[in-house]
Nanobody, 121 residues
Framework: QVQLVESGGGLVQPGGSLTLSCAAS????????MGWYRQAPGKQREPVAC???????NYTGSVKGRFTISRDNAKNTVYLQMNSLQPDDTAVYYCTQAIYGYLSPFNPAFWGRGTQVTVSS
């Protein structure tokens, strides 16, 4: 079974930056769309960014221009570079691997355990 392990979370001041990494196991990483979701306390889990097997990308509107998703197929790793972080970005960030390689629809199949990102002064 696919395993996803996130890392890179932590405490950062408003305006700061963090880069999250997601290391994936499995032989079909290159064929699958990958994504980042987040869940803040008291809120539902929401998509943040997704990247297809071919490199097409979707972002949620609140992170456009601030976050960048990328993938390194040779390392079976997906990244989320987060700049200009604000308190509303505080959440547990989850990595997910989709059933298919495309983004429409994006159907999560596997989830990591998450990494905490806290933006506070």
């Amino acid at each position: 079974q696919v395993q996803l392990v996130e890392s890179g979370g932590g405490l950062v001041q408003p305006g700061g930056s963090l880069t999250l990494s997601c290391a994936a196991s499995g032989s079909f990483f290159r064929l699958k769309a990958m994504g980042w979701y987040r869940q803040a306390p008291g809120k539902q889990r929401e998509p943040v960014a997704c990247i297809s097997s071919g490199g097409n990308i979707n972002y949620t509107g609140s992170v456009k221009g601030r976050f960048t998703i990328s993938r390194d197929n040779a390392k079976n790793t997906v990244y989320l570079q987060m700049n200009s972080l604000q308190p509303d970005d505080t959440a547990v960030y989850y990595c997910t691997q989709a059933i298919y390689g495309y983004l429409s629809p994006f159907n999560p199949a596997f989830w990591g355990r998450g990494t905490q990102v806290t933006v506070s002064s």
